[in-house]
């Protein structure tokens, strides 16, 4: 699946697109995915910003990783935007992907899985 996030003529990235963009992207369904935008730098880095928020990394890696892949081009907006994104949010998404996909309502919380089926380690004996 390739999700490409279209130029805004604006300088401030919409919330609602990139809301839309990660709910794509989280879904696991549709992996694996390839994001990319004009030029790969301000939308695709507020993007990939808010994902990295939403898997829980430091607001300061987050912000460094943009830097890097953004680099002369970085915008104060985007790492605004970034900063003041809300995974929060978007947990509650995930949630409802998820009792979607196992044939859940949508008010349920289940597991997706049993502790006795995971595989254990196997202590080998000396």
């Known amino acids: 699946m ?4 279209l130029e805004e003529p604006s300088v401030s990235i919409p919330k609602g697109t990139i809301m839309e963009a ?3 992207l989280i879904d696991v369904k549709n992996h694996p995915v390839l994001i990319h935008c004009k030029r790969g730098k301000h939308r695709t880095g507020c993007l990939v910003g808010s ?3 939403f898997q829980n990394w ?3 890696s ?3 990783e943009y830097k890097q892949f953004a ?3 970085s915008r104060i907006t985007d790492l605004r935007f970034i900063e003041e994104f809300d995974a929060m949010c978007l947990r509650q998404c ?3 992907i998820i009792c979607q996909d196992q044939g859940y309502g949508s008010n ?3 597991l997706l899985y049993r502790e006795e089926n995971l595989q254990k380690p196997q202590i080998a004996s000396l």
């Open 2 to 5: 390739v999700l490409e996030i």
């Open 22 to 24: 990660l709910k794509v």
């Open 51 to 53: 994902l990295r928020k």
């Open 58 to 60: 430091c607001l300061d």
């Open 62 to 64: 987050v912000l460094e």
């Open 71 to 73: 680099g002369a081009k």
């Open 94 to 96: 995930l949630h409802s």
């Open 108 to 110: 349920t919380r289940r």
